[in-house]
């Protein structure tokens, strides 16, 4: 029988997308994962009061407090504690080290909203990334959901979906529109993807 692969969420705020997979697990879109660690950069994350919500237990791992060092080894005790498999950058704005990163090779998926190779890389993130696509006057945007590697939005490509761009969008409203017909679709698809590949390939935890 083939065994759920266990999944952690890393996030930083909100926690919309963190929703959306939670929503998408309660509804058997995601067969062969099962979240059962969400970890958040900052104590104040709502998006650990949506995990507390569904059940799935929440951590915080305050980065202003602690070095790089060990802020990733605080992480890492929480993975190795919970037998984590597979992370889930969702909405997760704390930048991961090469050698963290090269530890969980093709085990981290990102979710990043505009249609890589546009808008991407290093400081653009959230509201920026909209804003960049409105001044450059592009007419479709959309989200992207890759692997992670020591490249900001470098890894590949695992699934991308394009968002038209309507006259008078603000960054608010496209950033809505991109999250609804995009990155909540694509988000749970990705991960379902990644842990029915491991679940199959009978693939360990780093």
């Not at 952690?8 to 909100?14: E, L, R, T």
């Not at 029915?196 to 009978?202: A, D, H, P, V, Y």
Request: a negative charge; proline letters at 5%.
């Amino acid at each position: 029988m083939l065994k759920n692969v266990r999944v952690a969420v890393f996030v930083s705020g909100g926690g919309t997308n963190l929703e959306a997979l939670l929503k998408a697990q309660e509804a058997g879109a995601i067969p062969h994962g099962e979240i059962v660690l969400v970890c958040a950069s900052t104590p104040s994350a709502y998006a650990l009061t949506r995990a507390a919500n569904h059940g799935v237990p929440g951590i915080a791992v305050s980065r202003a407090e602690l070095t790089q060092e060990s802020f990733e080894a605080a992480l890492t005790e929480q993975l190795t504690a919970y037998r984590v498999e597979v992370i889930v950058l969702a909405g997760f704005l704390s930048i991961l080290s090469e050698g963290f990163v090269c530890r969980w090779a093709n085990r981290i998926v990102n979710v990043h909203p505009s249609l890589i190779p546009a808008f991407c890389g290093k400081g653009y993130y959230g509201l920026r990334v909209h804003e960049a696509a409105l001044q450059r006057g592009v007419k479709v945007t959309g989200a992207t959901v890759h692997l992670v590697n020591e490249i900001p939005d470098g890894g590949p490509i695992l699934l991308q979906r394009a968002v038209e761009v309507l006259p008078g969008d603000t960054p608010e409203v496209l950033q809505r529109r991109v999250m609804e017909q995009a990155e909540w679709v694509l988000l749970p698809q990705a991960v379902e993807l990644l842990c029915q590949q491991i679940s199959e390939t009978g693939g360990t935890a780093p």
